[in-house]
């Protein structure tokens, strides 16, 4: 299937489950406007009788009027539920899909592509769903208006519409120009996204870099966002200009129809309506073409979410959003045998292969990982945890292969902090309900003090008070939480990087012992030769395969 027909397929599966709404939306907005369509007529029929409007003239305008009335009402409000519906179906359809993806998917799909699909495309979507329905209801005004005209006069109605096909021709030329437009400016938006995302985590880099900052500033942003300006502003321009000149079409069209009557005799009444009719219908007419900017930016938007909906249309199989957490058992350890894992390649590079691999760890057991920089380690410990799906062999949980169906609960052994850590304010202690929570303050305390934050932080409600702290201050919060878990095993990526030396010695000679002696295991991948010899065991990586798995013997816990 082509990436257009699966974006195409995708969109019409978010809107089909309110095909009976739009359903609705439609048949209420065209009685709207047939009834406006009645309403002119009436009016019209008024003008060129004796007697003005009474009897039943004035009931029939009355009723016309309820029924353009309720017509809208009822378009608006469905059209309204509709488009909240909708945005919020698809912003827990993309939050569950973005849970459900496979690890290395998310991977390559880039933080700075992703954010704006999840705000500025799906607030697009819901801009449009406001104008949805007077669009609707100008488009059977539209209709109605010109059944009318065609019953009045065909000759006539004849020339309108060779005038509508050349406006209409005209409009649709511009929407296509302008779409190509909107697609180009969406894409500098992802760059533009980039962009502010380096100088706000770059901010400290950039103040003591000026030529940085001023090509961060007028190379870059300045460059990008007078691109999308000129970009969206011609795109714009192209529908404003079409607009006025089908406005201009109208007024061409009542002179053509009044010089019409001039040289033939034409029936006032067929005269008068054709104006007032022609008069009425600019307006519509007018608010479909204000419309059709949003309904081409709402195009692009529907097709960028659609297509980062497809990207993660395949989710990681067996993954239990549903399940309530719970505390897996380690009886004896976990390993590896044969595992084997290769990234696609980059262009013009030879792709990295992670493997084979064959490991056993133990509980209760210490094990350093220590090699260089792109040596494996990183990509060894996420098919450790679980986060990578062997491509060869099997990761194995006390001797039991770990499948699609397990994969999920065998991820539950693990307490981890990356060295790109993120942390969650919210502490969820071994999801114990109300009187778990209760309890967290006084669990928390004791680590904290040790950590040397609690005068910065303390836990509320189930909450950490703050999180706005330095890196190293983040990291032992971090810890704080692989504590209150208590899971099976451990998984520390340089936790001690970021500490400063009497942390660091704490961390290595106090900390992850006594974590060893109450039974965890634990893996620490670390550069601090210093302490190697605290580990049982020290497996040293070197160009995705296992260098060398030396076994240490216990020289005590001080350094």
């Known amino acids: 299937m082509s990436s257009a027909s699966g974006n195409a397929a995708e969109v019409r599966r978010l809107l089909k489950p309110f095909a009976p709404w739009f359903v609705l939306s439609a048949v209420t907005g065209i009685a709207a406007g047939v009834a406006t369509v009645a309403l002119l007529r009436t009016i019209n029929q008024v003008l060129n009788q004796e007697g003005g409007m009474a009897g039943g003239l004035l009931l029939t305008f009355i009723a016309l009027c309820g029924v353009a009335l309720f017509g809208r009402m009822a378009s608006d409000v469905s059209t309204n539920f509709v488009g909240q519906r909708l945005v919020a179906q698809v912003r827990k359809s993309l939050a569950q899909k973005i849970l459900a993806a496979p690890i290395d998917a998310l991977e390559r799909y880039r933080t700075h592509r992703l954010m704006p699909v999840l705000s500025q495309d799906v607030d697009m979507i819901s801009d ?8 609707l209801i100008a488009i059977a005004v539209a209709l109605g208006c010109l059944v009318y005209l065609a019953i009045l006069s065909l000759p006539l ?16 030329m511009a929407q296509a120009r302008a779409e190509v437009g909107f697609w180009k400016a969406r894409e500098y938006e992802d760059q533009l996204h980039k962009a502010y995302r380096a100088i706000s985590e770059g901010a400290k880099e950039l103040r003591m870099h000026r030529a940085r900052r001023t090509h961060m500033f007028g190379g870059q942003i300045e460059r990008i966002v007078d691109i999308i300006r000129s970009v969206n502003g011609r795109a714009i321009n192209t529908y404003v200009i079409a607009s006025a000149f089908g406005s201009a079409l109208f007024f061409l069209l009542i002179a053509l129809i009044l010089g019409w009557a ?4 034409t029936d006032p009444a067929v005269l008068s309506g054709f104006v007032l009719v022609l008069l009425f219908l600019k307006g519509p007419i007018d608010s479909i073409a204000l419309a059709l900017p949003n309904v081409g930016r709402a195009k692009v938007a529907f097709q960028r979410i ?7 249309a395949t989710p990681e199989p067996h993954l239990h959003l549903e399940h309530p957490a719970s505390i897996a058992a380690l009886s004896h350890g976990i390993g590896m045998r044969g595992v084997r894992y290769a990234f696609e390649p980059a262009e013009g590079s030879e792709p990295f292969v992670l493997g084979p691999i064959d490991l056993q760890l133990r509980r209760g057991e210490m094990v350093f990982v220590v090699g260089d920089n792109g040596s494996g380690k990183t990509t060894l410990i996420k098919l450790l945890l679980g986060l990578y799906a062997p491509q060869q062999g099997e990761v194995l949980r006390d001797d039991a292969v770990v499948t699609p169906e397990t994969r999920d609960d065998y991820r539950q052994l693990f307490t981890t902090v990356f060295s790109d850590f993120y942390l969650f304010e919210d502490l969820v202690a071994n999801n114990k309900g109300e009187e778990s929570a209760q309890a967290l303050p006084q669990a928390a305390l004791p680590y904290l003090q040790r950590l040397e934050i609690a005068h910065k932080v303390s836990v509320k409600d189930g909450s950490f008070s703050t999180v706005d702290l330095s890196t190293g201050q983040r990291k032992r919060l971090a810890l704080v939480h692989a504590y209150l878990e208590g899971r099976p095993v451990l998984v520390f990526d340089e936790w001690a ?15 992850l012992p006594e974590l060893r002696a109450k039974g965890h295991l634990l893996v620490v991948i670390s550069h601090d030769d210093r302490y190697f010899h605290l580990a049982d065991r020290v497996i040293t990586m070197k160009s995705g395969r296992i260098a060398e ?9 001080a350094a």
Do not use: K, W
């Not at 109605?157 to 649709?172: D, K, N």
């Not at 001039?262 to 005799?265: I, P, Q, S, V």
């Not at 659609?306 to 993660?312: I, K, Q, T």
């Open 128 to 135: 449009v769903a406001f104008v949805l329905s007077s669009t």
């Open 157 to 172: 109605f004849g020339l309108l519409v060779v005038m509508l096909v050349i406006g209409a021709t005209i409009q649709i």
């Open 262 to 265: 001039a040289f033939r005799n």
């Open 306 to 312: 659609a297509d980062l909906s497809a990207r993660f």
């Open 497 to 511: 990087a970021d500490q400063d030396p009497t942390f660091r010695h704490l961390f290595y000679t106090e900390l």
């Open 549 to 557: 798995d030396r076994a240490r013997a216990p020289q005590g816990l």
